[in-house]
């Protein structure tokens, strides 16, 4: 078997961001909820109010996240195709006369499907089972979940849009408007802020698709086809499909092994 040269192991820079975005953002979700926790053992009511009172880590939440809003309205040679292809410096024509899009079913589908999650969690706000905190830490758990589906599995991209990769993505930019919806209620300028600018992006976004469908399909847009794609995301993906197969019978053992343990220390117990 030829084996590979170092310049197709090496990690592309694409794939180095996402998973330093990766690390930052668990680290961020991580800290906000042992924060919590702390809080709610004191007899807290509200993450907010606390963090307004020394709002170091708060602030640095709402830096970070607007830093990568603002660098997302304009090109960039390090972040993927997925999200460059509306800017008219990445469209490279390939002769073809009609764009080839997603449907707008699935994408009616996915937007149906977003709004339904958030209303059961709006609906645990207002009935009070959820606080302020929680909202908070359900977003900064979004934004590890989108590194999530870049990198290893996208249930929007397997169960919905079925494109094949990040490059192509209809709904690239939706990713910071479904990050921060839970904070639409949260009436506080750090999250408010933080779900408008999110909200433009998304506006922004869609006019250009509306305006300009032939920078979003590979039919038109050579930029987005795997001949010139130097990011290698969709690797990532690969390579867990990949190990997941060829060890599903080992942890098929594994789990069932796991179950059984628990069934017997269940029935330990009871006894």
Not at 28 to 51: G, K, P
Not at 171 to 189: E, Q
Request: hydrophobic share 45%.
């Amino acid at each position: 078997m030829a084996r590979q040269s170092p310049a197709h192991r090496r990690i592309s820079r694409t794939s180095a961001l996402h998973y330093f975005k990766l690390v930052y953002r668990s680290a961020l979700f991580l800290t906000a909820a042992v924060l919590y926790l702390v809080n709610c053992s004191r007899n807290t009511d509200e993450l907010f109010d606390n963090f307004e009172r020394q709002p170091v880590f708060l602030t640095l939440i709402w830096l970070i996240f607007l830093t990568e809003m603002i660098f997302r309205f304009f090109p960039s040679k390090i972040e993927s195709m997925g999200c460059q292809k509306q800017f008219a410096c990445n469209y490279q024509a390939t002769g073809a006369a009609e764009p080839v899009l997603q449907s707008s079913g699935a994408t009616w589908s996915v937007a149906a499907a977003w709004i339904l999650l958030n209303a059961a969690i709006a609906a645990l706000y207002f009935m009070h089972i959820i606080d302020q905190g929680i909202l908070l830490l359900i977003s900064l758990a979004y934004s590890v979940c989108d590194m999530i589906c870049i990198l290893f599995f996208c249930p929007f991209q397997t169960w919905f849009m079925k494109n094949k990769c990040c490059t192509s993505c209809r709904i690239y930019n939706w990713d910071y408007a479904m990050m921060f919806t839970p904070l639409i209620f949260v009436r506080k300028f750090y999250a408010q802020s933080l779900f408008v600018i999110a909200l433009i992006l998304l506006v922004k976004w869609e006019i250009m698709v509306k305006t300009h469908p032939e920078r979003f399909s590979e039919a038109t847009n050579r930029s987005l086809s795997c001949a010139v794609c130097t990011e290698k995301l969709c690797h990532h993906k690969r390579q867990l499909r990949r190990f997941l197969s060829a060890n599903a019978h080992f942890l098929h053992l594994k789990g069932n092994q796991l179950l059984d343990l628990t069934r017997h220390r269940k029935n330990s117990n009871k006894e």
